[in-house]
């Protein structure tokens, strides 16, 4: 599966923003599905992620509340809603994708053999 996000940009403190993931290849309700994310200097980390068949999401603590990830398997599509965005939440957003994830290892970047190529979200104070 190949995977294509979008939606990434300037906004300002308390503004929102949506991020779209698509995926091409078959079979996409199979994969779960997962959005991170990696600020200048830091690690890769979770934001969020839905299991295959609409399952309800998992959420970053540092984000929930703000965040609503959703899933459209008609459209090959997961989206990130985000809203009162902070400072700190500027970053290069990725998506990724996997057959086998386990609920254990769901926030585990190593989990996810497929990536989408990133969508940076600036946010000014």
């Known amino acids: 599966v190949q995977l294509q996000a979008s939606g990434g940009g300037l906004v300002q403190a308390g503004g929102s923003l949506r991020l779209s993931c698509t995926a091409t290849?078959?079979?996409?309700?199979?994969?779960?599905m997962a959005w991170f994310r990696q600020a200048p200097g830091k690690e890769r980390e979770f934001v969020s992620a839905?299991?295959?068949?609409?399952?309800?999401?998992f959420y970053a603590d540092s984000i929930l509340g703000r965040f609503t990830m959703s899933r459209d398997n008609a459209k090959n599509s997961v989206y990130l809603q985000m809203n009162n965005l902070k400072t700190e939440d500027t970053a290069v957003y990725y998506c990724?994708?996997?057959?086998?994830?386990?609920?254990?290892?769901?926030?585990?970047?190593?989990?996810?053999?497929?990536w989408g190529q990133g969508t940076q979200v600036t946010v000014s104070s």
């Open positions: 290849g078959q079979s996409f309700s199979t994969y779960s």
């Open positions: 839905m299991k295959r068949y609409n399952s309800n999401p």
């Open positions: 990724a994708a996997d057959r086998q994830v386990i609920n254990s290892s769901i926030r585990r970047s190593v989990s996810y053999d497929y």
